[in-house]
């Protein structure tokens, strides 16, 4: 079977604008999570982490080519997802305006925010004009993929490259992660009773909900070459449950067959995995299924870690951002910590640590949940030294 390698990657959070920056401020304990009151009007407080418009905007002026672009006045999330897709395939060594590259848009929301008012054009709305216009602006000649499913498009997007890519279509596919937050997403949250109003503890007894955040965050895949030093996806799977809207399954169902999936097809043994990162939202429920998922799959003893705590949760953007992370600790042989995790408090007993833990170990897997009963599962590998 081809293998898939990544073969650039970026990060743009309010951490930092590549993965460097972001690994090494979260290797440094810090965590862009903070408390707004009053924010857009809102009467409740919650805490969040955001983009700072300002450095958003300075990076955006200093990379794109304006030439190129369809509108005089970008959004939050159109920059950030730009950005993004610029900043990774500076580095990479691949024909954006060849039929063989595909494009792939991971989010949630896009610009919902323009529901609220008349400007910029409400057409910009539709998730498939964003892709459209990244696409344009490296001149792509192809239709460019959206993939929209709630909290695990990020992951979603990666196995659809893999699939692509496996199927002798393309040669390549970038896969860009982004969401950023507005009075109709963080208030929805609220209504769910989702939301808390401190910074979120994954996997804790003393857990009360989730933290939201911003991210735009790129991978460039690739049909392999000659450099066996490359990060590959080894396997994924989407796997559905239909429990319930909004609601987990409390069997881990959906989470199970992915991650059960993704290891046995993955040529990856149990003890082969450096950690699982999993979704870790903080909330009652999702931290439940996850280890149940876990301890079904006979995982239990393989090290786990969550890193909600740093960026919250970044939607669209989280599978792409918490892979290109988990890759370059591995690198660097470190299991993350888990900021905000103390006593466990999941009925499976997880191996969960918030401190920095080594490993020389080159594969993990990683495990997302979302709204509707959506779960992915995929399992990264690297060969050789770094």
Known sequence: MMEVVKVSDNIISPLGFSVEENYEAVMSGKSALRLYEGLWGLPFPFVASMLDDSLLD????????????????FTRFEKAALLSAIKAL?????????????????????NVELLGGGSPSLARVRLASTASMISRYF????????????????????????RCIRSGHYDCCVVTGADVLSPFIVSGFNCLKALSDEPCRPFSANRKGLNLGEAA????????????????IASGAVRNDANHISGPSRTGD??????????????CLPSDLAFLNVHGTATPYNDEMESVAIGRAGLEDVPVNAL??????TLGAAGVLEVLLSMHSVEQGVILPTRGFDTL?????????????????????????????????????????S
């Open 58 to 73: 300075d990076e955006f002026r200093k990379c794109a080519d304006v030439s190129r672009l369809p509108y005089g006045n």
């Open 90 to 110: 500076e580095s990479a060594s691949v024909d954006t305006e060849s039929a063989r590259a595909l494009f792939i848009l991971s989010t949630t929301k896009g």
């Open 139 to 162: 001149r792509n000649p192809n239709q460019p993929i959206v993939v929209s499913n709630a909290c695990i498009s990020g992951l979603c997007a990666q196995i659809e490259a893999m």
């Open 217 to 232: 965050a790129t991978v460039v895949y690739s049909a392999s070459g000659s450099d066996s030093r490359q990060w590959r």
């Open 254 to 267: 959906g989470s199970f067959a992915a991650l059960d999936y993704a290891v046995r097809h993955s040529g």
């Open 308 to 313: 909600k705590g740093y960026f919250g949760h």
């Open 345 to 385: 408090g999941v009925s499976v007993n997880l191996n969960v640590s918030d401190q920095p833990v080594e490993t020389c170990k080159k594969s993990f897997a990683k495990l997302l949940s979302g709204f509707g009963g959506c779960n992915a599962a995929a399992v990264f590998t690297k060969s050789g030294k």
